[in-house]
């Protein structure tokens, strides 16, 4: 087994959880920076982006969790992850 995968995943679960966290702070922040034409003024986005902080912290703790256990709960954990940097990035290309 390469002694490197547990550091891998966890590179990846930090580089998904900063990703989810700087998204969610944009949306969360929008309305200090709302769009043209945006007659809510930004505040549509309050809520989204706070959810998005809360699932990066999710993703960031159970990787932490996971981590400790054995190659199963780390490639669990890779999926996991995986999963979440596919759904972020298919819901910000709609």
């Given at each position: ?78 999926f996991v992850v995986a999963c979440i940097g596919l759904l972020a990035v298919m819901l910000s290309a709609s």
């Amino acid at each position: 087994m390469n002694r490197n995968l547990p550091r891998t995943i966890a590179y990846f679960d930090f580089v998904v959880a900063a990703s989810l966290v700087a998204w969610g702070l944009f949306l969360a922040t929008a309305p200090l920076h709302p769009p043209p034409g945006d007659s809510h003024g930004g505040l549509m986005a309050v809520f989204p982006g706070l959810l998005l902080i809360l699932l990066a912290a999710v993703t960031y703790g159970s990787g932490k969790l996971l981590l400790r256990q054995n190659i199963w709960g780390w490639l669990l954990q890779a999926f996991v992850v995986a999963c979440i940097g596919l759904l972020a990035v298919m819901l910000s290309a709609s």
